[in-house]
């Protein structure tokens, strides 16, 4: 099988690159990135990038861009911008990564100077993480003008959040659900003078089952207010949404074609399933000094493997959807400020958030959704960034891994090392595998005698209730 997979692979370049190396393909790309060739100007025939303020974008908020280090829009943001401040509302189509949320934030400040007013604009998103980070931006944009966001989602305390509703802030940063839980059980909150609604990852609010709350939720917003949808790819379910609450949009498609960006290194290891783990700890001991986004398919993958790698000296960190919101978020901003190196995730963060400088991702689970692999790899490789990518193929994956890259359109070159190498971690992988099942099995029985003592405190509870009466 090995020797299949090897033939498929012979002599194949990733956008005619020969694999000299991560180091030196990463300048390569990363110069092909930031300097267009003669070439390819030729070829395409395209005017200079326009500047944000060529796109109608006011002084103030040029100003917030040039500190952020947005130097020139990006397609999506060339083509959303000047339609949004043109009143219309707007489908906007491009790949993760390619700075979305800048071409809805700032259309959305730009009339909020004009004419500035409480609950100005709702934004929905999939996930808290997003939520968060979505709401950062509009801050980071917004904050010399004096904008205010607020982010309401599951997971946090209701009164405190409608504490916050009740200083009327310019910008809702929610998650549906939580959405419609403050609509319709706080007190005086009303969206009755909202101007704009922006679906962020539409397909993915759609694909978690949100529809029938945003259906709900777009019966109780005012009909004369102007609308901006935002996917990745245009579903069914998305070409109905748009029916039911844009009018009249213009549509901006960067790219229709579901792919990775050019700027990505895309790499596989082939080895039997048995040594998974040891080809792990080998790849991220051989990228050390790199941040790296490990994804999990499972909770418990991504927990084991973190512990797996603590035990072996890395500085890693686990990142799923049984983690609180407030363990969520304190592990993705220990990731972001650089205190910890290696980031285990499950599919929570492959959508969407926006983690600086990741430099490679690593697939230790293949997904069997094409569109999975693209939004994990997108976590690298962003806004003209150069990034790496490494898929871990056993035997089992290679039904999976083949129709990734029969969709993505490339043919990945494998990772060069040498496998006596690889084997030489074998003991101390073992090791590290016999200690991280020994803390897996304390952390679930404390979880267990956790749950069973919040039980029992329950059932108590209701004693003395019917005792009382």
């Known amino acids: 099988m090995t020797t299949d997979i090897k033939k498929q692979k012979k002599n194949v370049k990733v956008d005619g690159v020969e694999d000299e190396g991560f180091k030196e393909e990463t300048e390569k790309k990363t110069t092909s990135a930031s300097n267009s060739s003669s070439e390819d100007e030729d070829q395409k025939k395209e005017a200079p990038p326009k500047t944000f303020r060529e796109l109608g974008v006011i002084e103030e908020l040029c100003d917030a861009c040039e500190k952020l280090g947005y130097k020139d829009p990006t397609p999506i943001q060339r083509e ?77 305390d209701m009164v405190s959040q409608a504490v916050a509703l009740s200083k009327k802030p310019h910008i809702l940063v929610c998650t549906p659900g939580r959405l419609m ?16 609604l922006i679906m962020d990852e539409a397909d993915r609010l759609l694909d ?67 040594h998974k783990d040891t ?16 994804f999990a398919r499972t909770v418990h993958d991504t927990q084991r493997l973190a512990i797996l790698l603590r035990s072996l000296g890395f500085s890693a960190i686990p ?52 569109k999975a692999y693209v939004h994990r790899v997108g976590r690298t490789a962003r806004a003209g960034r150069a990034g790496k990518s490494v898929a871990l193929v056993t035997q089992y994956d290679l039904e999976p891994f083949l129709r990734i890259e029969a969709a993505i359109g490339k043919k990945m070159q494998e990772y060069e090392h040498e496998k006596d190498a690889v084997f030489l971690l074998s003991e101390r ?22 749950n069973n003592f919040r039980a029992k405190r329950k059932h108590d509870d209701l004693d003395r209730e019917e005792q009382v009466s």
């Open 80 to 156: 959303a911008i000047p339609t949004a401040l043109n009143k219309r509302d707007v489908i906007g189509l491009a790949q993760t990564g390619s700075g979305k949320t800048a071409a809805f934030a700032i259309p959305v400040i730009q009339e909020l100077w004009d004419n500035p007013s409480a609950y100005y604009a709702v934004v929905l998103a999939p996930t808290r993480e997003l939520a968060y980070q979505i709401s950062e931006q509009f801050e980071a944009l917004g904050g010399a003008i004096g904008v205010r966001s607020v982010v309401i989602v599951g997971g946090m």
């Open 181 to 196: 839980d403050h609509l319709e059980n706080t007190k005086g909150f009303s969206l009755r003078n909202l101007k704009y």
């Open 208 to 274: 978690m089952d949100f529809g029938p709350i945003i259906d709900k939720f777009l019966k109780v917003i005012p009909k004369e207010r102007r609308t901006l949808l935002f996917s990745a790819t245009m579903t069914s379910k998305v070409e109905k949404l748009q029916r039911a609450s844009l009018h009249n949009p213009v549509r901006v498609a960067v790219s229709s074609k579901f792919s990775t960006v050019d700027t990505l290194i895309q790499r596989y290891l082939f080895f039997p399933f048995k």
């Open 279 to 294: 080809y792990l700890v080998y790849l991220v001991n051989e990228l050390a000094g790199n941040t790296i986004l490990v």
């Open 319 to 370: 990142l799923h959807g049984q983690l609180s919101q407030s363990n969520r978020l304190g592990a993705l901003n220990k990731f972001k400020s650089g205190s910890r190196s290696i980031m285990v995730a499950t599919d929570v963060a492959a959508r969407g958030l926006d983690i600086p400088l990741v430099d490679v991702v690593v697939n230790y689970d293949i997904p069997t959704d094409s």
């Open 429 to 450: 992988v073992d090791e590290a595998q016999r200690e991280a099942a020994i803390q897996m099995k304390e952390l679930q029985d404390r979880r267990r005698s956790k």
